[in-house]
T-cell receptor, first 113, second 116 residues
Framework: GAGVSQSPSNKVTEKGKDVELRCDPISGHTALYWYRQSLGQGLEFLIYFQGNSAPDKSGLPSDRFSAERTGGSVSTLTIQRTQQEDSAVYLC???????????FGQGTRLTVV | AQSVTQPDIHITVSEGASLELRCNYSYGATPYLFWYVQSPGQGLQLLLKYFSGDTLVQGIKGFEAEFKRSQSSFNLRKPSVHWSDAAEYFCAVGALGGGSNYKLTFGKGTLLTVNP
């Protein structure tokens, strides 16, 4: 597709389970971001991938969170042993190498029950 | 490190009234500045951006924003609000960090309600 694609769009999981969230960036975009959006908290930066450089993981809130990007394209955000406070919308964005504007996906709404 | 402050959490205006949403940033040099809009259940859409040059930038949907270096502000304006403008608005700063790291930092957003 032409835009950033995220799946699933909604995910309900039980506390303690692991979840994987997927992001397909726009083709050719070398930069990829994950953000978390909680009610009233704006967009919280989680992790940033840029080409073959080491990712900037400075925003990951705990070691239960991890992300990878395979082949410089698809990215997966994994949350282990989910907690109720992990409930949020997780947004992915991509950016071309020479660009400054990020293009966002529709997000994955994660609910931990 | 850069930061963004949106002082107004929630603003209510009447349809047809003018609108100004405030944004203040903190960064040591001239940053890249953005306004995004998020309608209910939707992703973020770029309204406009500032990189350099003319400090008054025009965006989509009749929005404009003015970069004021002396005030470290990038306020969003619209002369006449439509009911469809009800949404959440995010100001963002893009700036180069270490190496190839280009960080995008967002404010907490301003929720706009439009009364008929």
């Amino acid at each position: 597709g032409a835009g950033v694609s995220q799946s699933p769009s909604n995910k309900v999981t039980e506390k303690g389970k692991d979840v994987e969230l997927r992001c397909d960036p726009i083709s050719g975009h070398t930069a990829l971001y994950w953000y978390r959006q909680s009610l009233g908290q704006g967009l919280e930066f989680l992790i940033y991938f840029q080409g073959n450089s080491a990712p900037d993981k400075s925003g990951l809130p705990s070691d239960r969170f991890s992300a990878e990007r395979t082949g410089g394209s698809v990215s997966t955000l994994t949350i282990q042993r989910t907690q109720q406070e992990d409930s949020a919308v997780y947004l992915c964005a991509s950016r071309p190498v020479q660009g400054t504007e990020a293009f966002f996906g529709q997000g994955t709404r994660l609910t931990v029950v | 490190a850069q930061s963004v402050t949106q002082p107004d959490i929630h603003i209510t205006v009447s349809e047809g009234a003018s609108l100004e949403l405030r944004c203040n940033y903190s960064y040591g040099a001239t940053p890249y500045l953005f306004w995004y809009v998020q309608s209910p259940g939707q992703g973020l859409q770029l309204l406009l951006k500032y990189f350099s040059g003319d400090t008054l930038v025009q965006g989509i949907k009749g929005f404009e924003a003015e970069f004021k270096r002396s005030q470290s502000s990038f306020n969003l304006r619209k002369p006449s609000v439509h009911w469809s403008d009800a949404a959440e608005y995010f100001c963002a700063v893009g700036a180069l960090g270490g190496g190839s790291n280009y960080k995008l930092t967002f404010g907490k957003g301003t929720l706009l309600t439009v009364n008929p």
